[in-house]
């Protein structure tokens, strides 16, 4: 017996709790993870190599790369680089590889509907 509550067209709710258990999620889920967390962690990485340096290795950091840009500068703009990178990169992942599996969920839950 379904307990869940009608929605304003009179139908019940689409089964959710079957579809997270679905295996089509879980490989959702996984291409999502398996691209994410890496990325997250390199970036967090990276941005904790930047902070650690500025920190403790000021002589590095204040090296001169070319007339009054240090390697400092060089860092900290990297940083918006990796940024806008990873966001596209992400955007390109995410249309290839996540919206046609979650367009293929969506589907199938309207489908049942």
């Known amino acids: 017996m379904d307990t869940a509550p009608p929605n304003q067209r009179g139908q019940q709710h689409p089964p959710y709790a ?3 258990s679905s295996p089509e999620f879980g490989e959702l889920r996984h291409a999502h993870r398996s691209f994410a967390f890496p990325l997250t962690v390199a970036f967090v ?3 904790l190599l ?3 340096l500025s ?3 000021g002589g590095f950091m204040d090296t001169k790369v070319a007339g009054n ?3 400092a500068l060089v860092f900290g703009l990297a940083q918006f680089l990796t940024t806008f990178l990873i966001a596209w990169w ?3 992942h995410a249309a290839a590889e996540l919206d046609p599996r979650a367009q293929a969920i969506k589907s199938g839950l309207e489908g049942e509907s």
């Open 18 to 20: 079957e579809v997270q």
């Open 45 to 47: 990485s990276w941005y």
């Open 50 to 52: 930047y902070v650690l």
């Open 55 to 57: 920190n403790y290795a």
């Open 69 to 71: 840009i240090n390697v």
């Open 90 to 92: 992400y955007s390109r």
